[in-house]
């Protein structure tokens, strides 16, 4: 599981148990026997390949993204990297070692000028974020055909405190007024459902 920490990844480390080997964000965490320490950069992807050379995993779940669209648009070298280097690297790992690559993706991928969008629309992104994402569904169906990508978007209380859902539910409860948008629709799922529907998918094999 990479990116064990993140928003989605907790919700699938609290389906999985103790059936998974955890990416952890904390480059001065030692290693123990379910889990591992790795920030990713361009100089230590390298060493994703002796990490699953180590456990041998059956899937690997990736959930390792730069998602903050503001970021994005400020910075494209770190958000092209981890939304479509890091996806690179482990299709062409799971190739070598015969792992299925689980690739959480988003909706960012299309417009969002209707409010329901289906596999067979035109992806259109809009911004840094959704063009990256794309560029790493791609070069993941190009190297390793068989993996599952997920488009997803999840609402639900964040322990960091800072989703959607953890924005509306402040202020609101401060009785301040929240600014929304008309213009752009998205179809999210709850997060823990998201990450049990794909779990689901994992065990049928689906590509």
Do not use: W
């Not at 103790?18 to 026997?33: A, K, P």
């Not at 990736?62 to 970021?71: H, Y």
């Amino acid at each position: 599981m990479l990116g064990a920490q993140g928003f989605l990844g907790s919700h699938f480390v609290a389906a999985l148990g103790d059936q998974v080997v955890l990416h952890l964000n904390r480059i001065n965490q030692e290693s123990s026997d379910n889990h591992f320490s790795l920030h990713l950069t361009p100089e230590s992807l390298e060493k994703l390949g002796d990490i699953v050379q180590v456990y041998r995993p059956d899937f690997i779940v990736n959930c390792v993204a730069v998602t903050n669209l503001d970021f994005c648009e400020s910075n494209p070298e770190i958000s092209f990297f981890l939304n479509e280097q890091v996806p690179m690297h482990l299709a062409q790992l799971s190739n070598l070692f015969g792992f299925k690559l689980v690739h959480i993706s988003t909706d960012a991928v299309f417009s969002g000028e209707k409010s329901y969008s289906s596999e067979e629309d035109l992806c259109a992104p809009s911004t840094v974020y959704g063009h990256s994402k794309l560029a790493g569904e791609n070069v993941i169906s190009s190297i390793a055909p068989d993996s599952l990508i997920c488009r997803v978007n999840f609402v639900g209380a964040n322990p960091k405190g800072v989703s959607l859902f953890d924005y509306f539910y402040r202020t609101m409860s401060n009785k301040i007024t929240a600014t929304g948008f008309t213009n752009i629709y998205f179809t999210p799922l709850a997060v823990d459902v998201t990450a049990r529907i794909i779990i689901d998918l994992m065990d049928r094999n689906e590509k």
